[in-house]
């Protein structure tokens, strides 16, 4: 069966540190990898998709990048964090493997900037 | 473009009622598919059910049904005999249904309270 890891599960950073998230993918190859954020008490946001090594679409143009040095591996980075960067992220992984073709999501991080 | 649209911020129900939450699309694709997810406190997303565009009935799973309204644009989910469990937040999504790259569009949710 597939499964997918986050880490860390919480994270509490200074304002303009650094910030490296990471989403593992077990049991899939060649898995659709996806990054969302969701501000507190709010939707999710698509910021950065994966459709294969190497290949990363943008959603939100901000201080945030994503990569994916591997089949199975997705990060989330930032080089200055900001207070607005807090928030919900969300890995999440999908495929031509379910039924509908869903997306299965990550335990989740959650990120303060102080 | 897609749009999804939850009006309900909040809702409360009676443990053991039903309780519909409301979801509104926009979509230019000619088949699409609809989604719900359930988001405990815990965060996790946890896939619920589907609804194909082209689906001649309403799906169902347990205790979640869809009430699929294709004219009016509507996919409703409806939850039958409340549980104090299912008290979450609950977010419509869309996509279309011959683009499995393209990630799914979200709706703003609708936090569900079950009183007991």
């Known amino acids: 069966s597939q499964t997918i890891h986050q880490w860390p599960a919480t994270l509490v950073q200074p304002v303009g540190s650094p910030l490296s998230l990471e989403c593992t993918v077990e049991g899939t190859s060649n898995p659709n990898l996806y990054w969302y954020r969701q501000a507190a008490g709010r939707g999710l946001q698509l910021l950065f998709y994966?459709?294969?090594?190497?290949?990363i679409s943008s959603e939100v143009p901000q201080n945030l990048s994503a990569s994916r040095p591997q089949d199975r591996q997705f990060i989330l980075s930032s080089k200055k964090l900001l207070l607005s960067d807090s928030g919900f992220y969300l890995c999440a992984w999908g495929g031509t493997y379910s039924s509908y073709n869903e997306q299965f999501f990550g335990p989740g991080t959650r990120l303060t900037v102080l | 473009a897609q749009k999804i649209t939850q009006t309900q911020p909040g809702m409360f129900v009676q443990e053991k009622e039903a309780v519909t939450l409301d979801c509104t699309y926009d979509?230019?694709?000619?088949?699409?598919?609809l989604f719900w997810y359930k988001q405990p406190s815990s965060g996790e997303m946890i896939f619920l059910i589907y609804q194909g565009s082209y689906d001649q009935q309403n799906a169902t799973e347990g205790r979640y049904s869809l009430n699929f309204q294709k004219a009016r644009k509507s996919a409703n989910l409806v939850i039958s005999a409340s549980q104090l469990g299912d008290s979450a937040m609950y977010f419509c999504a869309m996509r279309p249904v011959n683009s499995g790259n393209t990630p799914l569009v979200f709706g703003k949710g609708t936090r569900l309270s079950v009183i007991a």
């Open positions: 994966s459709v294969g090594i190497g290949q």
């Open positions: 979509t230019s694709d000619p088949s699409y598919g």
